[in-house]
């Protein structure tokens, strides 16, 4: 019931100009733009209302999964939960209803998404950056954070190493260009007070080669 009242609001947003209050707002701030890559901030891309339907549905609806993976020599667990869709299958509303708009933001032709469960302060995701070798050239990646606000570190490889400390507000539109991806790693550190759970959805496009792969 909750996923068909975003639809519902999705279509509606359709009929009505992105400048009225309702599903998405027109705020984005550039935060790089350089020959290291260019990373823009949407916040409000939802409204509070949607992005707040949208966490629910997806908390409740989305089959979650742990997952080791190799680290220092030894196998660790995950610090949080995943999922990924391919964006051709059968979606949940909510993923269906947003795709073609972040796609539209983001100017790509976005081919899976990718899910993240942050439960509490404790889970967390190491700087990295995205598998190069999955992505396809030139395309960036876009990643709608809803639940709880976190800080992502974003920072330079190479000095001077910039950094960017930025706090991702349910809602908001993070926008990577294919280039930070080469010259930036990013991350979201454990945090030292108790927080509430936050999804984040990060649409890519993969080269053909790879589009089963998961997460």
Request: contains cysteine; proline residues 6%.
């Amino acid at each position: 019931m909750v996923a068909m009242t975003l639809q519902r609001t999705h279509l509606s947003a359709m009929r009505s100009s992105h400048t009225q209050s309702g599903l998405f707002d027109d705020t984005t701030t550039c935060l790089v733009d350089d020959a290291l890559g260019r990373i823009d901030y949407r916040a409000g891309f939802l409204s509070a209302d949607t992005a707040a339907t949208a966490f629910a549905a997806l908390y409740r609806d989305v089959p979650w999964q742990g997952e080791r993976r190799r680290m220092y020599e030894r196998e660790v667990d995950t610090l949080r939960l995943l999922a990924s869709y391919a964006l051709d299958s059968a979606l949940p509303l909510v993923i269906a209803a947003l795709a073609p708009h972040v796609a539209a933001q983001a100017s790509a032709p976005f081919t899976h998404v990718g899910l993240n469960l942050y439960r509490d302060e404790h889970d967390s995701v190491a700087p990295h950056n995205d598998h190069i070798e999955d992505l396809q050239p030139g395309q960036p990646i876009a990643l709608v954070s809803l639940g709880a606000t976190r800080e992502m570190v974003i920072r330079a490889k190479q000095p001077p190493r910039r950094v960017l400390r930025l706090d991702l507000d349910a809602g908001s539109l993070l926008v990577m260009s294919y280039a930070t991806q080469l010259h930036y790693d990013h991350g979201i550190p454990k945090l030292r007070t108790p927080t509430g759970p936050r999804i984040s959805l990060a649409f890519r496009v993969r080269r053909a080669a790879v589009q089963t792969r998961r997460y």
